[in-house]
């Protein structure tokens, strides 16, 4: 018996028989079972004689209605499983490699108790760590900050349309606008807003509109819309999207260079507010992925350099925030209240120093510390000591105490000329010029 006959693969007995060729065993007297015949070749492929399908179909074909039954490995098998569209259910899900539902977690009754698990938690949030690094939830605000009414009206009255936008019947922009001098307390405002009304944001810098790779700030802004969308539908908190000084990114100022991120990122705020519901990130479109309505307020001081049809009416209401003097008054007011500082004291500051921005009075506080912090540096050994002090000391050490210094109307006005008398400096000698003289000529 040669080698070929020897090696025989023995298989249940099959409804059609006459597929199989019957082979008979030298050896035994055994009942003959009905196998497949091994066929000695030289190709590997054509080891094994495989029967040709298309013979005697016809009774299957005709059982069926003339249409060949696809054979499924299992009933409850979901390899085979197809979604509403019925289209292969695990093939798209392998298509959509960067979706972003992180509403699916390892939640008993959602995911197999074999990948569940215990030592996690019967819930665990799959991207928790990511969620929390990119919203922000205000805890270092600490004290009592004033709020200007108009302000607080504008944003509430954003937020509030667009998540009002299904029922309003009237066209809600998705942007708000926040624009004016630099230091007006802008940004600062928008966080106090967010504070008071629990508001969790996803917060963005112009320092992330430009990438060396081209398309991934626009993704980004799309990723960071749609977390927005997930903390309002997983954790039930009102969420916006919030970019601050967006025309330091998006502006053209004399020279500068148009690059591909530019327009990709103002092409992405533009289709977000004409779908506000349909943000893709890469996978395919389908009509269940039906994100959230999340409000964009974005901050800047010269929106006259962005792009003409992001700014324009039905995209972005656009607010002009220039405080006037009983902001002004109330919010140093607020900020001097701690301080022992009156109201009457604080008019007799604001007086002394008009036209000037919020954060000039902020650097008003700040300068005072400056000679109490120097006899600080003294007091703990020098100048040669500081690093050792600040950096090395043992666990157990505290630094020495620091007495913050007394306020007076004296110290802050005297702290406001030194800081005026600095801006005259920039704005009067101009070392540019002494730099390049020839270029004059």
Do not use: C
């Given at each position: 018996m040669t080698l070929c006959n020897s090696f025989l693969l023995k298989t249940p007995i099959f409804p059609h028989s006459h597929f199989l060729t019957r082979q008979f065993s030298t050896f035994s007297n055994k009942p003959q079972i009905p196998i497949f015949s091994p066929s000695c070749s030289a190709n590997p492929s054509s080891f094994f004689s495989v029967p040709d399908p298309k013979i005697n179909s016809s009774d299957d074909n005709a059982n069926n209605g003339g249409e060949t039954k696809k054979k499924r490995l299992s009933d409850q098998s979901s390899w085979e499983a197809e979604d509403s569209e019925g289209e292969d259910y695990l093939y798209r899900l392998g298509k959509e490699s960067d979706n972003m539902n992180i509403a699916v977690g390892a939640r008993a009754g959602v995911v197999d108790d074999l990948f569940v698990g215990k030592f996690l938690g019967r819930d665990s949030d799959i991207v928790f760590d990511y969620r929390q690094k990119v919203t922000r939830s205000f805890q270092y605000l600490q004290g009592d900050y004033y709020i200007a009414p108009l302000f607080m009206d504008k944003v509430v009255c954003h937020m509030a349309?667009?998540?009002?936008?299904?029922?309003?019947?009237?066209?809600?922009?998705?942007?708000?606008?926040?624009?004016?001098?630099?230091?007006?307390?802008?940004?600062?405002?928008?966080?106090?807003?967010?504070?008071?009304?629990?508001?969790?944001?996803?917060?963005?810098?112009?320092?992330?509109?430009?990438?060396e790779r081209a398309g991934e700030p626009g993704k980004l802004i799309r990723e960071r819309y749609r977390t927005a969308s997930q903390v309002i539908q997983n954790q039930g908190k009102m969420s916006c999207l919030m970019i601050n000084d967006i025309d330091a990114g998006l502006g053209r100022f004399g020279n500068t260079q148009m690059t591909v991120n530019n327009q990709i990122v103002v092409g992405t705020l533009m289709n977000l507010c004409d779908n506000p519901t349909r943000v893709s990130i890469g996978q395919d479109w389908r009509d269940?992925?039906?994100?959230?309505?999340?409000?964009?307020?974005?901050?800047?001081?010269?929106?006259?350099?962005?792009?003409?049809?992001?700014?324009?009416?039905?995209?972005?209401?656009?607010?002009?925030?220039?405080?006037?003097?009983?902001?002004?008054?109330?919010?140093?007011?607020?900020?001097?209240?701690?301080?022992?500082?009156?109201?009457?004291?604080?008019?007799?500051?604001?007086?002394?120093?008009?036209?000037?921005?919020?954060?000039?009075?902020?650097?008003?506080?700040?300068?005072?510390?400056?000679?109490?912090?120097?006899?600080?540096?003294?007091?703990?050994?020098?100048?040669?000591?500081?690093?050792?002090?600040?950096?090395?000391?043992?666990?157990?050490?505290?630094?020495?105490?620091?007495?913050?210094?007394?306020?007076?109307?004296?110290?802050?006005l005297e702290s406001g000329f030194s800081l005026i008398k600095e801006q005259q400096l920039i704005m009067e000698t101009k070392l540019s010029k002494e730099y390049m003289k020839n270029m004059e000529d």
């Open positions: 349309k667009n998540y009002l936008a299904h029922i309003l019947n009237t066209k809600v922009p998705l942007i708000l606008g926040i624009w004016g001098g630099k230091g007006q307390g802008k940004s600062f405002q928008t966080e106090l807003i967010f504070q008071a009304m629990g508001v969790e944001p996803v917060i963005m810098s112009a320092g992330e509109l430009e990438s269940s992925d039906i994100t959230n309505r999340v409000p964009v307020i974005v901050t800047g001081n010269d929106f006259s350099k962005i792009y003409a049809p992001l700014i324009r009416d039905g995209r972005m209401e656009k607010f002009y925030w220039q405080p006037n003097r009983e902001d002004i008054i109330n919010i140093v007011n607020r900020m001097y209240e701690k301080d022992g500082i009156s109201r009457d004291e604080v008019v007799s500051i604001v007086d002394t120093f008009p036209n000037q921005a919020l954060d000039f009075y902020g650097a008003l506080r700040s300068r005072t510390y400056d000679r109490s912090i120097s006899k600080w540096i003294d007091d703990i050994g020098g100048v040669e000591s500081l690093g050792n002090k600040l950096l090395k000391r043992k666990k157990n050490d505290k630094l020495p105490v620091y007495t913050p210094p007394k306020q007076t109307v004296e110290a802050l």
